[in-house]
């Protein structure tokens, strides 16, 4: 189960409709089961504002960042596949996202 939240709509009961089905937002939190819907949820415009909520356990290397996520997800993704740290610094989440983006 992964839980994201939604910065833009905190408040109340909001529906988000994603590519793999809708997720309800519940003061803007929402526990999903599932990869697809999970992926649906990352990959949504950065306007949704949604957040992935990470385990103090999570480790940045075990699945690919979700479009939304912020620059160090996206650098740790680069790094583990290849990039040197430094390199993957330099760049923007923009750039990250086309070289590592899947």
């Known amino acids: 189960m992964t839980t994201f939240r939604c910065a833009r709509f905190p408040d109340g009961e909001v529906p988000i409709r994603t590519a793999a089905g809708l997720v309800v937002f519940i003061d803007g939190q929402a526990e999903v089961d599932g990869l697809a819907l999970a992926d649906a949820l990352r990959d949504l415009p950065s306007c949704f504002e949604i957040f992935e909520e990470t385990p103090?356990?999570?480790?940045?290397?075990?699945?690919?960042?979700?479009?939304?996520?912020?620059?160090?997800?996206w650098v740790a993704w680069a790094v583990h596949n290849g990039m040197a740290e430094a390199d993957a610094e330099g760049l923007t989440v923009k750039q990250l996202i086309s070289q590592f983006g899947g």
């Open 56 to 73: 103090e356990d999570w480790r940045p290397l075990q699945v690919r960042p979700g479009r939304a996520a912020p620059k160090a997800a």
